[in-house]
Nanobody, 127 residues
Framework: QVQLVESGGGLVQPGGSLRLACAGSGRTFSTYAMGWFRRAPGKEQVFVATISGGGSTYYTDSVKGRFTISRDNAKNTVYLQMNSLKPEDTAVYYC?????????????????????WGQGTQVTVSS
């Protein structure tokens, strides 16, 4: 069992930055691949970024060059650094954990491949 708690959301102006954090429980955290998803108002939950247990990363096209996913296994935490934020980045952001044997760029984009989810943190980009 892995419990995930997101933090770091808030209100930011266009062009600004935020860093989201997702703290996980359990001694096997490093064996899980991690992902960030988001759900905008009235829209489906969509993939944002993923990082494998070994540190490989993959991003959706709309955030490439602006967002960076990273992990600190000693702290059981995964981060999402978000720069050059746009109003269309406004959403509830969720982190999720996947048992590492299934990870790959395609599988990591699928909501149903993840085993555990956090409660979400709101990010609002507005002037």
């Amino acid at each position: 069992q892995v419990q995930l708690v997101e933090s770091g959301g808030g209100l930011v102006q266009p062009g600004g930055s935020l860093r989201l954090a997702c703290a996980g429980s359990g001694r096997t955290f490093s064996t899980y691949a991690m992902g960030w998803f988001r759900r905008a108002p009235g829209k489906e939950q969509v993939f944002v970024a993923t990082i494998s247990g070994g540190g490989s990363t993959y991003y959706t096209d709309s955030v490439k060059g602006r967002f960076t996913i990273s992990r600190d296994n000693a702290k059981n935490t995964v981060y999402l650094q978000m720069n050059s934020l746009k109003p269309e980045d406004t959403a509830v952001y969720y982190c999720a954990a996947m048992r590492g044997t299934r990870w790959g760029p395609i599988a990591a984009q699928r909501v149903y491949e993840y085993d555990y989810w956090g409660q979400g943190t709101q990010v609002t980009v507005s002037s």
